[in-house]
């Protein structure tokens, strides 16, 4: 579904992408880790070209995208999403507005429908009961999931999330993770994660990509990097925060 060649990329001289490889199946959770800085979030933005990469070739679905001007990206948008770590919502909107307005915008819809096929997508993601409350009165936990749904609305075949249990309380958390494995399970979705979290790679990845020093460090399933005698892919499997992970930069 999506593959990365050689992918280098630096910001003000410092490189944080040095060749990364990787490549992502149509239909699979694949997570990618690693510590903070070693180009995680930066990986997945080149898919759909909000950076742009300074060597290598991104693929989705058979096509090259990194050479797409700006307009011609709109096309890959539609089919795959992103899901940011601050869900983005418009406070002045209810629940069922925010969702309702890509429908409006990209799928021409009259209000009345958008919001109909809104309700929709906010039963996918199990927030119908809050379709009219505001943003400010949710949880962040919550909030996400409105988020969610209304990357749903195009009727993505790829979801990017960028840190979507970051800042949640455990509970909200894990419900974030069983929605990504129902999205997959249910719609086949691609689900593409950026997390630190790690009960949420642990429990629901099909594969994980540890990213170290730029590129794919290990790639597996999650039995197979827990049990990786890796130095590198244990310390992070404990927790640690010291020693040779640490990495500065983006």
């Not at 700006?70 to 507005?97: G, I, K, N, P, W």
Request: aromatic share 8%.
């Amino acid at each position: 579904m999506i593959e990365f060649l050689n992918v280098w990329k630096a910001f003000s001289g410092q490189t944080v992408l040095r060749g990364l490889t990787l490549s992502i199946q149509r239909g699979e959770i694949l997570f990618i880790i690693g510590a903070s800085g070693v180009g995680k979030s930066v990986t997945i933005k080149h898919v759909i070209g909000l950076l742009r990469l300074d060597r290598g070739e991104v693929w989705f679905d058979g096509q090259r995208v990194d050479q797409l001007e700006e307009s011609e990206f709109y096309a890959v948008r539609r089919r795959c999403a992103m899901v940011f770590q601050h869900s983005t919502l418009f406070d002045s909107l209810s629940v069922v507005d925010n969702v309702a307005l890509p429908l409006s915008k990209h799928r021409k819809l009259s209000q009345a429908q958008a919001r109909e096929r809104a309700l929709g997508f906010l039963d996918r993601v199990h927030m119908r009961d809050f379709a009219e409350a505001f943003p400010a009165a949710l949880s962040d936990g919550m909030r996400k999931r409105v988020a969610i749904a209304r990357a749903l609305t195009l009727e993505p075949e790829c979801l990017l999330f960028d840190e979507p249990t970051t800042g949640l309380d455990p509970v909200s958390a894990r419900r974030v993770d069983a929605l990504i494995r129902e999205l997959k399970e249910t719609l086949n979705v691609t689900c593409v994660v950026v997390s630190h979290d790690l009960t949420s790679i642990f429990s629901i990845a099909d594969r994980i990509a540890f990213l170290y020093q730029g590129r794919v460090h290990a790639l597996g399933t999650p039995s197979e990097l827990r049990v990786s005698s890796d130095a590198v892919v244990q310390q992070f499997v404990r927790g640690l925060s010291e020693g040779p992970m640490e990495t500065p930069g983006f």
